[in-house]
């Protein structure tokens, strides 16, 4: 059993009902969950066992969500080293717009930029699409948690 700590950037509230349902996928296969919708930095935890997964919707014109934005001033502000967190990241956009997924790929970025190990593809999810984003994501999670 491992421990997966759910960071949200959401502004209507669609990452965090993801990053619920992510949470029940995980623990249906046996492994505890927290979930963040307003992320500081010391909810990262480094030590075995131990995964993040951030899941994050786009607002305005590429923008963080609001309360997301604390947790990248921090990440900027005072650079932690987080070397050993392995992470997974999961972007919610609309693809009509030039900066799709784009507050997903500036987090990834930063992460990976401390140290941190993103582990699998960064999962990117249309949501002008017919499929629902959890039904997406649920393949992804899955797929990844049969190879891990």
Not at 67 to 82: A, K, S
Not at 105 to 114: E, H
Not at 141 to 148: F, Q, T, V
Request: charged share 20%; aromatic share 6%; glycine share 8%.
């Amino acid at each position: 059993m491992s421990h997966f700590t759910l960071l949200v950037g959401s502004t209507l509230g669609n990452a965090e009902d993801l990053a619920d349902e992510l949470a029940g996928i995980l623990q249906n296969h046996g492994h505890q969950t927290v979930i963040h919708t307003s992320p500081q930095l010391d909810h990262i935890l480094i030590r075995p066992d131990h995964y993040l997964l951030l899941v994050c919707s786009t607002h305005g014109a590429g923008d963080l969500p609001d309360n997301i934005q604390p947790f990248f001033l921090q990440l900027n502000e005072q650079g932690p080293d987080l070397t050993g967190l392995p992470y997974l990241a999961v972007g919610l956009g609309d693809s009509a717009y030039d900066t799709f997924c784009h507050a997903v790929q500036i987090l990834d970025r930063q992460l990976a930029d401390r140290g941190a190990q993103r582990i699998g593809d960064r999962l990117e999810i249309d949501v002008s699409l017919p499929d629902p984003p959890e039904a997406i994501a649920k393949k992804w999670l899955d797929h990844w948690l049969s190879h891990h």
